[in-house]
């Protein structure tokens, strides 16, 4: 989700959910999985995933 007014959506790691701490609870939730979602990316559709899983790699442990 963007930072400004309009809330849009954004590829990971650019936008103000803090997604790190959505991971961690999930020790106390039982989640097993996340899904992610950008139904309007700010870039080719292609690079927004490309950008979204690099993320995900450098921050977590992804499958």
Known sequence: ??????????ELGRGIIDFKAVVEARDSSGVEWYIVENDVPTMDSIESAKFSLEYLRKNFKVE
């Open 1 to 10: 989700m963007k930072v400004d007014v309009s809330k849009r959506f954004v």
